[in-house]
Each structure stands twice: as structure tokens, then as C-alpha cells.
């Protein structure tokens, strides 16, 4: 599977944003898909994860109540949906695809192995 995600951009404090994250490949319905997001100097960290049908996710607690992940195997997409936004969600967001079987440490970026190119949100104060 190959991952491009979009949906970027600059939004004011207490705005809403809305990633994308277009796969390629007949087997996106079989991955579990994670949101991640890195600044400068920091290590990427996790953001939302879902199961491969979208029945569990689960998020940090730092965008509990405020995101909302979701996947559409239909369209070979996965989405993360930000409200109420804060100048510390400002990052690079990265789709990504867990490379090992099941649900198990879906918070922990080095389970998976599919990434998408980064998009850029930035949130003004």
C-alpha cells in the first residue's frame, strides 16, 4: 500500500482542519491506519489509531474529545478530523499503515511501516 496524505494549512485557534489520506492498493482495507505528527526536534508522535474496519480507535490524550479518526475502505481513505484546534497541534501530521498484524501497540509509530509524505498544519494563536 502506498499513502498520500493532504489537507493542510493554517487555521486559527479554536478552528477545524480536515486531513486525507488516499491509499493506494487492493489491501488497505486488511491495515490497521494511524495518525502521527512530528515538530522540529521532537520525535513523531502518535496522534489516533483505527481497526482495520473502524470499529475501535483510539487517540492521545492530548486530542482526546477534540479529534476524530475515520476510514472509508470503500474509497481507500482514512481521515482526521481536528476541532477546536490549539497552537500546540502546529506539526507535520503523517498518515500511516501498522505493518504488524492486529491491534496491539497501535500507539507506537515504529509498528508501522507504510508512511504517507507529511502535511503541514499550522495553528495561529
Known amino acids: 500500500v502506498q499513502l498520500q496524505a493532504s489537507g493542510g494549512g493554517l487555521v486559527q485557534a479554536g478552528g477545524s482542519l480536515r486531513l486525507s489520506c488516499a491509499a493506494s492498493g487492493r489491501t488497505f482495507s486488511s491495515y490497521v491506519m494511524g495518525w502521527f505528527r512530528q515538530t522540529p526536534g521532537k520525535e513523531r508522535e502518535f496522534v489516533a489509531a483505527?481497526?482495520?474496519?473502524?470499529?475501535?480507535?483510539h487517540y492521545a490524550d492530548s486530542v482526546k474529545g477534540r479529534f476524530t479518526i475515520s476510514r472509508d475502505n470503500a474509497k481507500n481513505t482514512a481521515a482526521l478530523q481536528m476541532n477546536t484546534m490549539k497552537p500546540e497541534d502546529t506539526a507535520v501530521y503523517y498518515c500511516?499503515?501498522?505493518?504488524?498484524?492486529?491491534?496491539?501497540?497501535?500507539?507506537?509509530?515504529?509498528?508501522?511501516?507504510?508512511w504517507g509524505q507529511g502535511t503541514l498544519v499550522t495553528v495561529s494563536s
Open positions: 483505527i481497526s482495520w474496519n473502524g470499529g475501535t480507535t
Open positions: 500511516a499503515a501498522k505493518g504488524t498484524p492486529g491491534w496491539g501497540r497501535s500507539w507506537d509509530r515504529n509498528e508501522f511501516d507504510v
